[in-house]
Structures are given as C-alpha cells and as structure tokens.
C-alpha cells in the first residue's frame, strides 16, 4: 500500500471491508513479497506459468474460495472472492488472471452444477490446489457467437465421442481438468450444449498452440484439442443440452471476477502512481504537486473508488442468491475500462520511465487490456446491459 491517499481512499471503504477480508489482504500481501513480486517479471518475459505458485496458493485456501469446507475449500463467500482477485491483481495480472479463471469458472461450474459424486471427485483436489483447472468455452470462429461452436459429441453406447478444438483456454496446456463446452444438438440450439469435466490424460485429448501474448504472460492461454477423445457419460455436468444454459451463469459470476481483477490492477496502477510522484522531482519540487498530475491522481482514485462499489454491490447480490446478469455486466464493463484507463494514466504519469521495464507501470499497462476482453468484451456487456434494460 503506498501513500497516504490510498490510505485514506481505502479507510473510506470500510463498510466493505470485514475482518476477514482484511486478514485475507494482509496475508496475500505477504505471500505477494515472498513469493510472486521476487519472480514476476522473470515469468513475464519467458511466460512461464508458476504452477508451484498456485499450489502455495491452495495451501492458503485461495484457490478454492468459494468451495463449502466439506470439499476441501475455503467456505467464503464473493465478498472475500473479490479481495482475493483484487489483492493478487495488485501485485500480478497474471496471477490474478490463472485465480480467477480457476476458482470461479471450471471449479465455479462443478461447484454449481456437478452432482455429488462429481463433486466429491474433483472439488478437493482443485480447492487444495492440487490440481489447475481449465474451462473451454471459446472456439476460433465463435467467441461472442457461442451457439455456432464446432467442437461436437456425438453418443456411442454410455460414451461420447468429442471432435474438434477450443481456443483461447487459461490453463490449456497445463489443468489437470477441464470442463469443457460441445455441441450435442443441432446449431444455433442453446439447448444443443453440453459441459463435460475431462481429464488429463484422456485418450484423445491434449493441449494445443500456446499463444504469444501482450500482456498476462505467466497465464498460460492454450487450445485444447479433441481427437475422436471418449468421455463416459458420467462426466457430464447436469444434463445434456443444459450446457449453454450453465456456461452463461457461470459467466456471471466470471464477470465478477475480472472486474475484481480489474480493480486490483487499476490499485495497482495507482499505487504506484502515487509513490512515484512523491519520488520524482522536476522543477525542484516533487511533480504531486503539480495540478496536471494531481489531477489524473484524482480523476484514477475516484473511477477506481466507483468500479469498487459496483464490484461489491454485484458480489453482495450474488452471496444473496441474486441473478446478477446486470449488475455482473456493470462491474464488469466500468471496471476493465477504469483499469485500462488507469494503467494508461500510470506510464503517463512515469514519462520514460513507464515505457520501460525496469518500473512495474508498464506490466500494468500490457495486462490491463485483457480485463475488456476476457469473459465478454465491453462490446459485449453494453449490449448485455442494453438488453437487461428492455426487460
């Protein structure tokens, strides 16, 4: 935490902040200078993914929160899920980013929808971070456009033979598990989708490409490919067709969770922002006190303050039991765009120093775009909330 601003920005938050959510941030802190800031930049250049980073993390509980003690999780609730996204985000995108996409999509969807021995089966071991997971939505020609995916079942006996590929996939390469989005019915069918949980190791199945990316370089982003791959009916999450139905839940819940990544980047972004400018001297005096930077310190601090308060609003709805498709495509939607804007503000406020490597400015910058790309781009939430809105 740097400055005396932010200081004074997050005591203004604590309505928001319970004990545990402090105990959660003082923690993650700690294990952020032990254990990702020595590393980060290390990992963004040769875009390794830490995989031991994410088993320190499930030693802490961190990378099944939402996931009842009973199956080996933390048993918290959104509220202490988005301190957790925002907190790691603060320090690394990347990290951040792998958290998420674990804890509330491929675990986030067994936890919804899986049946008890499901459950038990896999639960344990993605909550204690023994194993990573993957979730594949995505394919090369539909991204927004789901219900034209390619990626198809067809059912032989109590199997189904899966064919095709998924694109874009956090953990890819690397999950343990994945549960994975094809098509069973006919195109343009929303009741034509089903999920599997798939393993590693299932004959037929493997991670493909691994992308070159900007920004999140220590997430692993891959294909996943299916070739003639044999699921037993038994991995079937719900029932069949009931697919397209689940991934959108869950993608409301997801949307929570980028815009809690987003609102730890953009922290991020300013606190280093803010220290810089107490540091730096131009004119013979520190450049916070010049008007044209305090400003942009006020104008990021304020957005940020507001993507806070919608964050945790559609957190609170969903804890509730709440739908929370527009409240998810609000946060979602101002919070990556308040981060982007933030980030830019950041390398701005650093001159040439933002633009090399050797400050943190400039990672913020290159991750902060995923944040309105990923789990819907803002295109995606404005027409999401346009159609709330008509409702």
Known sequence: MSGELLNQMEHGMDFLMNENQSLIADMIRKFG???????LMDWDESQEFPKEVFHKLGELGLMGVLVPEEFGGSGMSYTEYVTVVSEIGRICGSIGLSVAAHNSLCT???LQYGND???????PKLATGEWIGAWGLTEANTGSDAMRMKCTAKKEG??????????????????????????TGELLDSHGITAFIIERGTPGFKGGKKENKL????????????????VH???????VGDGFVQAM???DGGRISIAALSLGIAKGALDASLKYSKEREQFGQPIFNFQAIAFKLADMATEIEAAELLTFKAADLKNRGKKVTLEGAFAKYYASEVCVKAATEAVQIFGGYGYTKDFPVEKF???????????????????VIARELLK
């Open 215 to 230: 920004g999140m370089r220590a997430s692993e982003t891959a294909e996943l490919i299916f070739d003639n791959c044999r």
């Open 33 to 39: 200078t032990e254990h990702i800031r020595p590393k």
């Open 249 to 251: 839940k869950v993608l």
């Open 233 to 239: 009916e038994s991995q079937i999450l719900g029932k």
């Open 158 to 183: 109590e199997y189904w033979i899966i064919n095709g590929t998924k694109n874009w996939i956090t953990h890819g390469i690397t999950g343990n598990v994945a549960v994975v989005l094809v098509r």
């Open 108 to 110: 986030g969807h067994i």
């Open 117 to 123: 021995e499901q459950k038990k089966k896999y639960l």
């Open 365 to 383: 910058y290159r991750d902060s775009k995923l944040c309105t790309i990923g789990e819907g781009t803002s295109e995606i939430q404005k027409l």
